[in-house]
C-alpha cells in the first residue's frame, strides 16, 4: 500500500487514541493531521506503520493536552469533553472497552490522571497495546509503564460506579426520559431520576449556563419540565441521538443549527447525571452552530407574553 493508503487505514484508530486522551475532537483532528505530515515527511519506512503512527499521535496528544490542563483550569464553569456522535474506531474483540472509554463520566475520569498516566491506561487498558509499544509511544521503561499503569487503575477504579446499565435498559429508559421532557411532565421525570441527580451544563462563559449544578430529584425534574417546552414552543426540536455512547439529544433551532447537546447517565436504573454542553466552540463539529443567547431571550420573551 502507499503512505496514504495506510495512514488512512489507521486513522480512526489513531483519531480514537487522541479523542480519549485530549477530550476534543478539534484537537484530535488535529493531532492526527501532524501525525500524517511527521509520517510523510519521514524518509524511511517504519517497520510497523501502526506502532509509528500511534506512538506519534500519543507523544503529539500528550503535548497537547499539558497545555491545555493550563486553559482548563482558568475554564469558566464546569469543563466537560466535546461531545463525540460516533467512535470511527471499532474493534469487536474490545467493543465494551471501546465503549466504555469513551463516555463523558470515564472521560471526566481520565482528568484526574496525569498525560502519561493517562496515555498508558488508554493504550494498555482500551487499545491492548504491548508494554514495549506503550514504553516506545510514551518514552518511559518498560518497568515505568507497568508502574504509571498501576497508578492509572487506582485512580480509575476509586471513581467508577458501582452499578452500571445494560444498554437495552439506557435506552428504554432515555426513550421515556424524553417523552416526559417534551410534555413538560414532571411527575414522569421525577420517577426516571436517581434521588440525587445532578444536572450540569457546560457553557463556557459563551452561552447561558446554570450558576451551579442542579441537584435532586424533585429540582432536576421541576427544571426540566419548566424549561424545556418552552424550547419546544419556540420551535427548538430535540433530536435523539447517542453521544459519547450513551443516550442522548441534539437540540437544533427552527433552523436546523445546533443548540446544545444533552447526554444522560443511567445507574441502577435511574439516570444518575444529565450533562449539557452548550459552549459554541465545542458544537462546530457538529455542524452550524445556533446563538444560543439569541434562543435565551426568545424564550424569556416568549414567556413574558404568556403571564
Given at each position: 500500500?502507499?503512505k496514504?493508503?495506510?495512514?488512512?487505514?489507521?486513522?480512526?484508530?489513531?483519531?480514537?487514541?487522541?479523542?480519549?486522551?485530549?477530550?476534543?475532537?478539534?484537537?484530535?483532528?488535529?493531532?492526527?493531521?501532524?501525525?500524517?505530515?511527521?509520517f510523510?515527511?519521514?524518509?524511511?519506512?517504519?517497520t510497523?506503520?501502526?506502532?509509528f503512527?500511534s506512538?506519534?499521535?500519543?507523544?503529539i496528544?500528550?503535548?497537547?493536552?499539558?497545555?491545555?490542563?493550563?486553559?482548563?483550569?482558568?475554564?469558566?464553569?464546569?469543563?466537560?469533553?466535546?461531545?463525540?456522535?460516533?467512535?470511527?474506531?471499532?474493534?469487536?474483540?474490545?467493543?465494551?472497552?471501546?465503549?466504555?472509554?469513551?463516555?463523558m463520566?470515564?472521560?471526566?475520569?481520565?482528568?484526574?490522571?496525569s498525560?502519561?498516566?493517562?496515555?498508558?491506561?488508554?493504550?494498555?487498558?482500551?487499545?491492548?497495546?504491548?508494554?514495549?509499544?506503550?514504553?516506545?509511544?510514551?518514552?518511559?521503561?518498560?518497568?515505568?509503564?507497568?508502574?504509571?499503569?498501576v497508578?492509572?487503575?487506582?485512580?480509575?477504579?476509586?471513581?467508577?460506579?458501582?452499578?452500571?446499565?445494560?444498554?437495552?435498559e439506557?435506552?428504554?429508559?432515555?426513550t421515556?426520559?424524553?417523552d416526559?421532557?417534551?410534555?413538560?411532565?414532571?411527575?414522569?421525570?421525577?420517577?426516571?431520576?436517581?434521588?440525587d441527580v445532578?444536572?450540569?451544563?457546560?457553557?463556557?462563559?459563551?452561552?447561558?449556563q446554570?450558576?451551579?449544578?442542579?441537584?435532586?430529584?424533585q429540582?432536576?425534574?421541576?427544571?426540566?419540565?419548566t424549561?424545556f417546552?418552552?424550547?419546544?414552543?419556540?420551535?427548538?426540536?430535540?433530536?435523539?441521538?447517542?453521544?459519547?455512547g450513551q443516550?442522548?439529544?441534539?437540540?437544533?433551532?427552527?433552523d436546523?443549527?445546533?443548540?446544545?447537546t444533552?447526554?444522560?447517565?443511567?445507574?441502577?436504573?435511574?439516570?444518575?447525571?444529565?450533562?449539557?454542553?452548550?459552549?459554541?466552540?465545542?458544537?462546530?463539529?457538529?455542524?452550524?452552530?445556533?446563538?444560543?443567547?439569541?434562543i435565551?431571550?426568545?424564550?424569556?420573551?416568549?414567556?413574558?407574553?404568556?403571564?
Amino acid at each position: 500500500m502507499s503512505k496514504v493508503e495506510e495512514f488512512e487505514e489507521l486513522r480512526p484508530l489513531l483519531f480514537s487514541i487522541a479523542y480519549r486522551i485530549l477530550g476534543s475532537v478539534s484537537e484530535a483532528e488535529d493531532a492526527v493531521q501532524e501525525t500524517w505530515l511527521r509520517f510523510d515527511g519521514s524518509a524511511t519506512r517504519p517497520t510497523s506503520t501502526k506502532a509509528f503512527l500511534s506512538a506519534a499521535v500519543t507523544r503529539i496528544s500528550i503535548d497537547v493536552l499539558r497545555s491545555a490542563r493550563v486553559r482548563r483550569e482558568e475554564y469558566v464553569g464546569p469543563w466537560f469533553p466535546e461531545p463525540l456522535l460516533s467512535d470511527p474506531y471499532q474493534d469487536p474483540a474490545r467493543s465494551v472497552e471501546l465503549a466504555d472509554s469513551v463516555s463523558m463520566a470515564a472521560l471526566l475520569l481520565l482528568e484526574r490522571l496525569s498525560p502519561l498516566e493517562r496515555a498508558v491506561f488508554l493504550l494498555r487498558e482500551v487499545f491492548a497495546f504491548g508494554f514495549d509499544e506503550i514504553a516506545e509511544a510514551v518514552g518511559r521503561s518498560e518497568p515505568a509503564c507497568r508502574q504509571l499503569l498501576v497508578r492509572a487503575r487506582r485512580h480509575m477504579e476509586d471513581g467508577r460506579p458501582r452499578f452500571a446499565a445494560d444498554r437495552q435498559e439506557r435506552q428504554e429508559l432515555a426513550t421515556r426520559f424524553f417523552d416526559a421532557l417534551k410534555d413538560g411532565d414532571v411527575g414522569g421525570l421525577r420517577n426516571l431520576l436517581a434521588a440525587d441527580v445532578q444536572f450540569v451544563g457546560d457553557g463556557g462563559g459563551k452561552a447561558p449556563q446554570l450558576s451551579k449544578a442542579v441537584m435532586g430529584a424533585q429540582n432536576v425534574a421541576r427544571l426540566l419540565g419548566t424549561v424545556f417546552p418552552w424550547l419546544i414552543r419556540i420551535d427548538v426540536t430535540i433530536e435523539s441521538h447517542e453521544v459519547n455512547g450513551q443516550p442522548g439529544a441534539i437540540f437544533r433551532d427552527r433552523d436546523g443549527k445546533v443548540l446544545q447537546t444533552l447526554v444522560l447517565e443511567v445507574l441502577d436504573g435511574r439516570i444518575q447525571t444529565i450533562r449539557a454542553v452548550i459552549n459554541p466552540d465545542k458544537l462546530g463539529h457538529l455542524g452550524p452552530v445556533a446563538d444560543a443567547w439569541a434562543i435565551h431571550h426568545q424564550l424569556k420573551e416568549a414567556r413574558r407574553q404568556a403571564d
